[in-house]
């Protein structure tokens, strides 16, 4: 793992996974252009359809992400001993 990944809080791993699979698809895509209406209105229709196809591309791999966590979590729990946790605690002596 890269200095820039764990200099990263743990929220903050989709917008890098978004951001590299953008550049992955166009170094030089902006996708402001998504929200500013003033740069979309500048922008072809063809550069358009490839930043729509760019942030599809983009945001499964957010949302692969966070079936996998999700996954990983309901795994972990699944293992939890049942019961409350005051059974489960140290008697003190």
Do not use: C
Request: zero cysteines; hydrophobic letters at 50%; proline letters at 4%.
């Amino acid at each position: 793992m890269n200095e820039r990944m764990r200099a990263r809080a743990p929220h903050e791993i989709d917008s890098v996974v978004l951001n590299a699979r953008l550049h992955a698809v166009d170094p030089h895509l902006n996708p402001n252009a998504a929200l500013n209406r003033e740069l979309r209105a500048k922008a072809s229709s063809e550069t358009l359809a490839h930043l729509s196809s760019a942030l599809l591309y983009g945001l499964q791999g957010v949302f692969l992400t966070i079936a996998l966590i999700a996954a990983v979590t309901f795994v972990v729990a699944w293992f939890f001993p049942k019961g409350m946790a005051s059974e489960h605690q140290h008697s003190e002596r």
